[in-house]
């Protein structure tokens, strides 16, 4: 017998409505014991619904992680499901905490009291605040965004259409973000950051839809491409079978000792950040798929998610660091095979002067140029960075 219909992800959406319901049933239960104070059942009852309350707001925190971890997002939606998680996070441990000061009063029997009776129902009432921005953050996910709906299950880049047409230029959007076509005219507009541009040898595929990066010294690279952003989800299409070293989406980058990540390496995903070279992790998970895999690193609002063929593998919390730029990183030995990346804004307004961000890109073009002409010369080869 199927448990779950077709349509739910897991159990949450079937529970959520519950401690609402009991939640709004307890506080209009407070007030009407101090309005009649005689009925001394409705101050017992207010006391067991919020217990039942705080019971069913754990059980359903939990489920909706376990949901957010194998539900498909929209790229816009990632700021409000971060922020639907805080919130829910903070609801729980609020009517939890209160759920047991609750107790330990009736226990003591010191919420016999108008005026005590009085302070905690405008306690309770001030929390349910909480449960109603969550509940609004929650429906927005699901009636906005179609989150655990057939409407999300869409292309997760069909915001950068625009930009998937192949130019000698990488497009980029009003909102900062930018798609690259897979092409070696335009991956020549990356900067490299980190590592020596002779140690590098760019391959074009037969049908220009991939690039190959022989990679000839195992010490770090880092290249990155575009404004500075904030909230941001990344995407590479790449594969690693012939490349023996880590592989990294990078994120708010600032220079090479500062940046958030996804990073692969053989078949393992770690989570985290660079901060003045030290580096901290914040969750790892294993992955099985070979060849061409599809990496995606999210960031928004202190949630870090990382994802292998659209699998959630890794998910952490950290402090958000400054707006920076995206792009690729990696050291080791070997060839890497990469056909896309695309960079998504989360923010609905660019986060710098977009006339701005074109200038300085212009002067990350020159300085990366120089860089291949250099290798050009060392080299004799068309295609070195």
Do not use: C
Not at 18 to 35: E, M, Q, R, T, Y
Request: net charge neutral; hydrophobic share 40%.
């Amino acid at each position: 017998m199927q448990l779950l219909p077709d349509w739910a992800p897991n159990v949450h959406p079937l529970i959520i409505h519950f401690p609402i319901v009991l939640l709004l049933i307890a506080v209009v239960a407070d007030l009407s014991a101090l309005l009649f104070k005689k009925a001394d059942w409705l101050r017992k009852s207010a006391v067991s619904l919020y217990v039942l309350s705080a019971l069913g707001a754990i059980v359903t925190y939990f489920t909706g992680k376990q949901a957010a971890d194998i539900v498909t997002f929209p790229p816009p939606s990632y700021p409000v499901i971060s922020k639907h998680a805080d919130l829910a996070l903070y609801t729980t441990l609020f009517f939890s905490i209160y759920a047991l000061i609750r107790l330990f009063l009736f226990w003591k029997k010191w919420d016999t009291k108008r005026w005590t009776t009085g302070l905690l129902f405008l306690i309770a009432a001030g929390g349910y605040i909480l449960v109603q921005q969550t509940a609004e953050q929650g429906g927005m996910l699901v009636y906005k965004y179609g989150v655990g709906t057939a409407a999300a299950k869409t292309d997760s880049v069909s915001s950068l259409q625009a930009a998937k047409v192949k130019a000698p230029e990488i497009v980029i959007a009003d909102n900062g973000s930018w798609t690259w076509p897979g092409d070696d005219d335009s991956f020549q507009q990356f900067k490299l950051v980190q590592g020596q541009a002779n140690n590098l040898r760019i391959q074009e595929s037969a049908n220009g839809n991939a690039l190959t990066i022989n990679v000839l010294s195992s010490k770090p690279f880092l290249l990155t491409f575009g404004p500075q952003l904030a909230n941001v989800q990344l995407v590479a299409k790449v594969n690693l079978d012939n490349f023996k070293g880590r592989f990294l989406l990078v994120h708010h980058v600032m220079n090479s000792s500062r940046f958030g990540f996804l990073e692969i390496e053989a078949n393992q995903a770690t989570l985290g950040q660079v901060d003045n070279d030290q580096i901290r992790s914040f969750d790892s998970g294993k992955f099985s798929p070979q060849g061409w895999i599809t990496l995606k690193a999210v960031s928004s609002s202190g949630h870090y998610r990382g994802y292998v063929n659209d699998k959630l593998i890794v998910h952490g919390h950290g402090s958000d660091l400054p707006n920076g730029t995206t792009g690729i990183a990696f050291s080791g030995n070997g060839s890497i095979q990469i056909s896309r990346i695309e960079v998504v804004s989360l923010d609905k307004t660019p986060m710098m002067n977009m006339k701005q961000g074109h200038m300085e890109q212009g002067h990350m073009e020159q300085g990366h140029m120089e860089q291949g002409n250099t290798s050009h010369e060392e080299s004799g080869e068309k295609h070195s960075h």
